[in-house]
Structure formats: structure tokens, C-alpha cells
């Protein structure tokens, strides 16, 4: 089976001479189709680095990034943001909602950019929230809801274009035990409808609910381990 992204000995240097932070050192990492993959690492390891060139949002030093077999830094910044809208979605740590747009709004907000008509945008941003349980929340701006309200926002705004993947750094970073466990079952059940799910987090009990944990650190992979 082709894996949907591919990254190829990647490396990611911050600054130059003696400033330098190699932050990852030659990477290689697969995404299957249907897989519930966690990244896991200590603070520092080079995991939110790696999701930001796995989800093109930043592109490596050296090395290269495969999409569905095409190579990234051939296609230019227009194609990569289309191919971006089309296969990723990204759930991060701050939620990062608009909080001058209603939840619904949020939700509504990427397919709009993608061209979608306001009928069918808003109607689809209702059954995303409605999925999340938040479709009693729906005309409420961020600073209204708790956290695990925004972050299972942030959950349907990535799904709003339908992407092949998500992406999530720490997406349960800033919640207590019982909203993180919500947030958790959502992805379960997201993977169990056919969603690939890439979570990154630092905390073995997150990484438990991947199939697949690739271990890194000082921005090298350490290994891989299945579980059951
Ligand atoms: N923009 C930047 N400029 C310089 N160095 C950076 C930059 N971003 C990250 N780094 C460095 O690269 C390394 C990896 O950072 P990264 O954010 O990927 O770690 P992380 O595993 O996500 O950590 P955390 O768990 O704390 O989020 C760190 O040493 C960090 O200081
Ligand atoms: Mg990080």
C-alpha cells in the first residue's frame, strides 16, 4: 500500500553557524491509509517540528516530503496550499479559533476559503458540530465556551474540507483528564470511519490510543512500537 506522506531523511536546521539547532537529523516516517499513528517525545525532541513539514505548513532544510508519491518542493506554493486543504486537517494544542467568529462560523470559515456556497457550508459546519456535541453551541464565540468545548471546535473546522488526515499536536494539552478523554473518543471514532489520525504528544497514556507510536528524540527517530 502507498503510504499518503512520506517523509525521506529530512532534516530541520533553525538559524545558521554557531546558532544552529538541528531540530530533526534525518527523519523517515511513513503514513498508511486508515492508520491511528502517534508521534511521542520528550519537550524539545522535534515533534511539532516534523507535523509542520508532514502537514506542508513548513518545508525541510534537506530531504524530501511525498504526497500521495509527489515530491512537495516540486509544486509550487499555490498547488501546495491546495493539496494542503485537500488532505490535511490540523488540530493544535491553543485550539487557534478566530475569536471574533462564532463557532459555527469557525467551522464554516476553511470552506469558504475553498469556494463551498454559504448554504451548504453552513449546513455541513452543523452536522460537523453536531458530531462533536456542540450543536447547542453553535452561535457562541470561543471565549464562551471551556476548553474542551474550543478544542472539539477545533476538531470539526479540521474535518470541514473533508481532509484524508488529521493532524494533531497535543491536542489534549491544555485539558484536564475528562475533557481530554472526550477529545480522545472523537478521534477514535473519526479513525473508525476511515479518518488517518497523526496525533504528536509527549504523554505515553495519549500515545496508548495509537496504533503505531513513533518514538523520537533529540530530533532523531528512536523506534517504532505497535500496540495492541
Ligand atoms: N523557529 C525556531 N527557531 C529556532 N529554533 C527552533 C524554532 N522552532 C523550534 N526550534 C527548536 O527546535 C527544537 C525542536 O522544537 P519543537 O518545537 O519541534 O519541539 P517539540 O518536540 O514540539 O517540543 P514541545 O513538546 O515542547 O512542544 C527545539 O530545540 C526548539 O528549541
Ligand atoms: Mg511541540
Sequence with gaps: MEPIIRAD?????YGTGDA????????SVEIYPGEFVAIMGPSGSGKS?????LGLLDTPTKGHVYVHGTDVSTLGEDERA??????LGFVFQQYNLSPSLTAIENVELPMLFAGVPAEKRHKRAKELLEMVDL???????PNQLSGGQQQRVAI????????????????????DTERGKKVME???????RGKTIVLVTHDPEIAKHAERVIMIRDGEILGVKKNE
Design 9 to 13: 531523511n529530512v532534516w530541520k536546521v
Design 135 to 141: 450543536g447547542n453551541r453553535l452561535y457562541h464565540y
Design 156 to 175: 470539526a473546522r479540521a474535518l470541514a474540507n473533508d481532509p484524508e488526515i488529521i493532524l494533531a499536536d497535543e491536542p489534549t494539552g491544555n485539558l
Design 49 to 53: 517540528t516534523l507535523m509542520h513539514i
Design 82 to 87: 491546495i493539496l494542503r486543504r485537500k488532505t
Design 20 to 27: 544552529a539547532t538541528y531540530a530533526l537529523k534525518g527523519v
Design 186 to 192: 472523537i478521534f477514535h471514532q473519526l479513525n473508525e
